[in-house]
């Protein structure tokens, strides 16, 4: 089925695309926006998972946990893909930028 985009593009919604998100090949379907514009939206909302370096897009579930750099006496907050942190609490899905959190299933 093909839909228009907001950029006046038509395009198939569901289909597979190849797109590079945050320097990463990665495989995802459109459903309201074009090949360029999904491209656009996911570089621009999307971060790096601390574990495995790879891209988290929004709507993705993450989990968060302390990271301390050896030696500065700094810690700080570092998310990434809830299921490549084994260590991690579940912090929520990853929005349009920012974690959105789910409070009633957050974990201690
Ligand atoms: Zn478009
Ligand atoms: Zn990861």
Do not use: D
């Amino acid at each position: 089925m093909q839909k228009k985009c907001e950029c006046g593009n038509f395009f198939e919604v569901e289909q597979e695309l190849h797109i590079i998100v945050l320097g990463h090949p990665t495989k995802i379907a459109t459903i309201n926006r074009c090949a360029s514009c999904v491209t656009k939206y996911a570089n621009k909302f999307s971060t790096k998972c601390v574990v495995c370096e790879r891209p988290i897009l929004p709507g993705t579930p993450v989990g968060n946990g302390i990271v301390g750099e050896y030696g500065t006496g700094v810690a700080h907050l570092e998310i990434g893909h809830f299921n490549c942190a084994t260590a991690a609490t579940f912090a929520g899905t990853w929005g349009e930028g920012k974690i959105v959190p789910h409070p009633a299933l957050i974990t201690r």
